[in-house]
């Protein structure tokens, strides 16, 4: 019979792995449904679907209000990750090409790290720090090789940043709601008060649905029941099993993960940067979630096992 902590630990690649497939597919679909919906419209869209699901899995298993000292994480990384950085990033990815996008995008995890430890205690291991070096130097040579030759405006660029900021601000502050509550309660009360952040759009998103193709309305849904629903909650459910940092560095194979997805979905052939940079994404989150030898191995505490399988 399989050890209970390693049935965790498999447990959470898996809810990790699913996570990082969903985010990368994800990118596929705002560029389809970007081209109907604003930024705003088709951020609230995405959270409306995706808290229509997360309420309905609360009901079947008769989740209730999390606890009162979880509701502070919650109502920050709602804010912030489900809120800010959803208008933000698709405001930005209108304004500058998804070479720079994904660069400026991919100082993300950068930040989780540092921001973890400042705040959560993390440790900064060099196999994690020489992992995201690896893998900063993929999104770089990915984002290069995707940039094509068109303008990036500085608008565009300082939106990115934000969504950045506001995407590791938000994952630091949800994990320590992930100790009071469960990754359900965490993802769908985010959701929920992401969503009332952007009821500004909700003229918007009436007016635009009205004359948006029914393809680009199908890909908002799935945003919101794939990418945020079902991949928030999987990402919640690893991230309550390791460091801010090291779940972090897992989304450096995003990118990676994108070039084949576009090649599949919308016939954009990656050239050989493009491919190498994808190659040295992967390494690094490798590199990162390796384990150090059992010798130097640093005791952790059971919350916080090791997701990589």
Known sequence: MMNPARRTQLLAAGAAGFTVLAWASAFVAIRGAGTAYSPGALALGRLLAGALVLGAL????????????????????????????????????????AGTAALVVNVGPLLIALLGARFLGDRLPPRLL???AVSFAGAVTVGLSMSGGGGSSLLGVVLCLLAAVAYAGGVVAQKPALGHAGALQVTTFGCAVGAVLCLPFAGQLVHEAADAPLSATLGMVYLGVVPTALAFTTWAYALAR???GRMGATTYAVPALVVPMSWLTLGEVPGVLTLAGGALCLAGVAVSRSRPPRADAPVRRPEEEDVSA
């Open 242 to 244: 390791t460091t801010a």
């Open 130 to 132: 020489a992992g995201m």
């Open 58 to 97: 609360c009901l079947v298993r008769r989740e209730g209000w999390p606890p009162r000292a979880a509701r502070r994480g919650i109502a920050v990384s709602g804010v912030l990750w489900f809120g800010v950085y959803m208008v933000v990033l698709n405001w930005g990815e209108q304004q500058v090409d």
